[in-house]
């Protein structure tokens, strides 16, 4: 198995900056980005010491996937994908705002509500849901894009009395949002899952609003097995879920909710493992495709070709 990805350092002709986030090194220049999705696997807004095999790759190509077949009906950032970790594409200016979108009640809003909040980013929740329970109708939480630490729940009214987005794009936002999830969630039932929750960012480029990032990977969205998925409630069993979830629940399972003081777990060749082979099951079932693995005999410069050739 590869070591994974941890960290790239380039400097490119006409690079004019560099951005590295939780998961990607950003390459940017006049109007163009290059994105390397690196095998840094982050959670509770914390990027965990070591790498996770094939993750980055998977990532990239989950979200060309659906990036492809989302174009028609939300305009995005991407011109081109020349590498399977590196996407190339428009240089945005993003809002600074995330949309989430949820469809259940599960992940962060479902620990809001069973400490006893009924009301979610403005928006009021009926009592007696239990979790992952289907919302009545899919929900907008929007959160506060942080530059460093957490991001915050936020409400709409909170981001236009703010000036963060202004009314009409941000009704923009709300539209293209729903738009999307109607049509990951068509996808997902496709393949046999259900398209809990998920996030989109978007960006300008000029006065076009885009949608940048990535789109309805494992890092971004949550989904549950169609199959059995009644049958789970009912019987107030877990769901079986293709997420990142897992990964949260091995941390808190081990002392870890990335609040002050609490130190991360041991992440064991088998850990490690066993989360890459989850990213990989994910990208087969989502997509329909079988996973090949990259060359990974010199990562560095196949890579460095790639964003060469398409800058």
């Known amino acids: 198995m590869s070591k994974g990805i941890k960290n790239t350092q380039y400097q490119f002709p006409g690079q004019v900056d560099f951005y590295r986030g939780k998961v990607r090194d950003v390459y940017i220049f ?29 990532l990239n ?12 009906i939300v305009p995005n950032w991407v011109t081109v994908c020349p590498d399977p970790n590196v996407t190339i594409g428009k240089k945005c200016v993003p809002f600074k705002v995330e949309m989430v979108i949820r469809g259940y009640l599960a992940g962060h809003a479902w620990r809001e509500y069973r400490e006893g909040k009924r009301s979610l980013c403005g928006i ?3 009592e007696g849901l239990k979790e992952n329970d289907p919302l009545p109708e899919p929900i907008i939480t929007p959160t506060t894009k942080a530059d460093q630490g957490h991001d915050e ?5 909170a981001i236009l009395a703010q000036g963060i987005v202004d009314e009409s794009d941000y009704a923009q936002l709300e539209k293209y949002t729903r738009a999307l999830f109607e049509r990951g969630s068509e996808m997902a039932r496709d393949k046999g899952l259900i398209l809990v929750d998920t996030k989109y960012e978007f960006g300008k480029y000029g006065d076009e609003i885009l949608l940048i990032d990535e789109i309805h990977t494992p890092d971004s969205s949550r989904y549950f097995y169609k199959e059995g998925y009644a049958q789970r409630q009912e019987q107030g069993l877990p769901q079986k879920q293709l997420s990142k979830e897992f990964v949260r ?14 130190s991360i777990p041991e992440m064991s060749p088998e850990i490690i493992e066993n989360i890459s082979n989850r990213y990989i099951e994910l990208y087969e079932h989502i997509t329909g495709k079988t996973f090949v693995p990259a060359n990974g005999s010199d990562i560095a410069s196949r890579i460095q070709k790639a964003i060469l050739e398409n800058i």
């Not at 006049?30 to 010491?49: G, K, M, N, Q, Y």
């Not at 729940?153 to 009214?157: G, K, M, N, P, V």
């Not at 629940?249 to 003081?261: C, T």
């Open 61 to 72: 190509q989950i979200a060309y996937h659906f990036l492809s077949s989302t174009a028609s």
């Open 249 to 262: 629940q091995w941390l808190i399972e081990n002392g870890f909710q990335g609040k002050e003081g609490q």
């Open 153 to 157: 729940d936020i409400s709409r009214e």
């Open 30 to 58: 006049e109007r163009t980005i290059a994105v390397v999705a690196t095998d840094r696997i982050s959670a509770f807004d914390v990027v965990l010491p070591k790498p996770i095999p094939y993750k980055g790759q998977v």
């Open 124 to 126: 009021s929740l009926q």
